[in-house]
């Protein structure tokens, strides 16, 4: 289930960067939020978001917003849910 | 009437063009040379008009309004709106409307109903393996956007099938103009996921071998059952697909393949010999 207004701000923000960096409240004034989504916003809950928005819209919000690959990255993973008996990625780079 | 004379598929990992400089250099020398043998094919098989089949990484499309497959009707589209790609040195890139639109009314007279766009914007998806490729000259663009982001997607045979329905409309356009049909994205890749980085070898190998193969059914079947666990970015394999379809599903060969830590993606690159694949048909 995809929520449309944090994914709305997400491909906003693609083309808006700076603004949103400079005043991240302001921006996120715009759109209709749940509060617990812009709880999340403030505090770049990698997992609490990703669970809301399509991917390729989840790295390039937090690229966009200034988070490194490396610490985004090391987020999503810390988010997965464990799963018994789950087999770690087949080869995983980067 | 119009021909196609080149079928090819290349990676487009956007980190190929944002960070270069952190590529090690055995890989860009690898990258660099597959691209290179591709711009080689496309400019020995002079097209006219190049079908760039790529997917749409929410820069025209968003989720109020999201199409499986856009066929891009302008006669001239915008370029890339990344940043990183501020220097990419076609734009505007030129269309072929009439091609198009051609290749869209053969899509409704088959049953297909496909998207359109008068202005579309072609993202790193389309120009990082144009520009890395450099045709001379450009051809003229006529950009297939097929959905490869949000589930759900075409099912890999439907992608087949516009394959199919490419070759055929091209074939039935009455002016003469070479056509040239590119893929772009794949092999395997994770964005956004848990298992971002993640590069899916055995997928990727097995997914080169099925291609080389080129039996429709297996190929269908093994990619509709394991591109998702491939990694998101796996789903780009539609593309690939749906120029086997345009190549008449015979001719495969492997440029190269290449997995790419550094920009997270299996890097795949191919063409299809489509004079050896008419003899055999």
Known sequence: MRDYWLSKLFYDVQANAAEYRADRAEFLARYQLKPDVKEALMRDDVGFLAARVNPYLLRFYFAASGMKDEEFIKRLRASAPAKAGAAAPKAVHG | MAEIVEVMAASHGPLIQRDWHAVTPPHKQRLTAAFEALGARLNRAKPDVLVVVTPDHWINFFIDNLPAVCIGVGEEHDGPPEPFLKDFPWRPIPGHAGLANHLYQTALANEFEPSVSHRMKLDHG?????????????????????????????????????????????????????????????????????????????????????????????????????????????????????????????GFALVDYVPVPEVYVGCGFAAWNLEGARRAA
């Open chain 2, 126 to 250: 389309a120009c990082i393996p144009i520009w890395r490729m450099n045709p001379n000259p450009l051809p003229r663009i006529v950009p297939i956007i097929v959905n490869t982001l949000e589930p759900p997607m075409p099912r890999v045979s439907r992608c087949l099938a516009w394959g199919k329905l490419i070759a055929k409309a091209v074939a039935s356009y009455p002016e003469r103009l070479r056509v040239a049909v590119l893929a772009t994205g794949g092999l395997s890749h994770s964005i956004g996921e848990p298992t971002m980085g993640a590069i899916d070898e055995a997928f990727d190998r097995r997914c080169i071998a099925a291609f080389n193969d080129g039996r429709e059914q297996p190929l269908v079947e093994f990619l509709e059952a394991e591109m998702d666990a491939a990694g998101n970015g796996s789903h780009e394999c539609r593309n690939w697909i749906v120029a086997h379809g345009a190549a008449g599903s015979r």
